[in-house]
């Protein structure tokens, strides 16, 4: 199976980070010959502290994401967090995502398998490869033609996460398609005083590890300027050495 890959910045800064990061997406399709997905966020629900930056919010957002779709031709990736959000999502993104600590949210699982568009599950950090079967159940049941799974690590004791690869494979046959978050992976949860630490250095190293177990496709945070990121900062790869890693993937 070809690889696919998804890549974006955390959450929605700004319209020129947005255009930034898409010019590099198209410039990277056009010369790999890939596929790359746009990704990002909307709103962050799920971020450490109540003073973090969230993001634009759902109608603003989703603007931008078709903005971005329209302008660069690209297929776009955004999550829910809320039943009542997937409608309106499923008219712009091709691929509705379920973030890991949800992914056992039937109502929302339901809600996006409902819209047709292709449902990408975050594995929970609490559950196992083979646990994932039963979301991938809920989806098919309710419609959903196209399902994928993603590894981003699990719990390992308090603000850390430790990557089983064993899971790739594990995933691999309940669907096709499994996907390796490898910047989510290296983060540190709640583990910097109030927002999420990570190790960025080792991203690369995940995706290659990845590859071995089997994994079919790569979910890749990006960012110009990482450090000054508003969500994941710590985790996030830079822009600029986004094409290098494709190229050695392929």
């Known amino acids: 199976m070809k690889p696919i890959f998804i890549a974006g910045p955390c959450v929605i800064e700004s319209q020129t980070l947005l255009n930034e990061v ?7 399709n056009n010369d790999l010959g ?6 990002a966020s909307f709103d962050k629900a799920n971020r450490t502290s109540l003073g973090s930056f969230r993001g634009p919010g759902m109608e603003k957002g989703l603007q931008m994401l078709s903005d ?9 990736l955004t999550d829910i967090h809320e039943s009542c959000q997937a409608e309106a999502v499923g008219k712009v993104a091709d691929i509705i995502q379920i973030p890991a600590f949800l992914c056992r949210q039937t109502d929302l699982l339901v809600a996006a398998a409902k819209t047709g568009k292709t449902i990408n599950i975050k594995k929970a950090q609490f559950l196992s490869g083979n646990d994932m ?15 994928w799974l993603t590894e981003r690590g699990n719990m390992f004791g308090y603000n850390n996460l430790i990557v089983d690869f064993r899971n790739i494979p594990d ?3 309940i669907v096709p398609r499994v996907v390796m978050d490898c910047t989510h992976s290296v983060q540190r949860p709640g583990g910097a005083g109030g927002k999420t ?8 190293s995940m995706a290659k590890a990845a590859k071995a177990f089997g994994a079919t496709g790569f979910f890749f945070e990006v960012h110009p300027n990482p450090d000054e990121g508003l969500s994941d900062a ?3 790869l830079p822009l600029a050495q986004l094409y290098g890693l494709l190229q050695e993937l392929l």
């Open 68 to 76: 971005i779709k329209q302008q660069y031709g690209l297929r776009i």
């Open 34 to 39: 890939v596929d790359v997905i746009f990704k």
């Open 234 to 236: 710590a985790n996030m």
């Open 197 to 204: 630490g990570g190790d960025r250095q080792f991203v690369p």
């Open 22 to 28: 898409a010019e590099e997406l198209v410039r990277i």
């Open 133 to 147: 079967k039963f979301p991938v159940e809920k989806a098919l049941a309710a419609g959903a033609k196209d399902v």
């Open 171 to 173: 995933m691999l046959s």
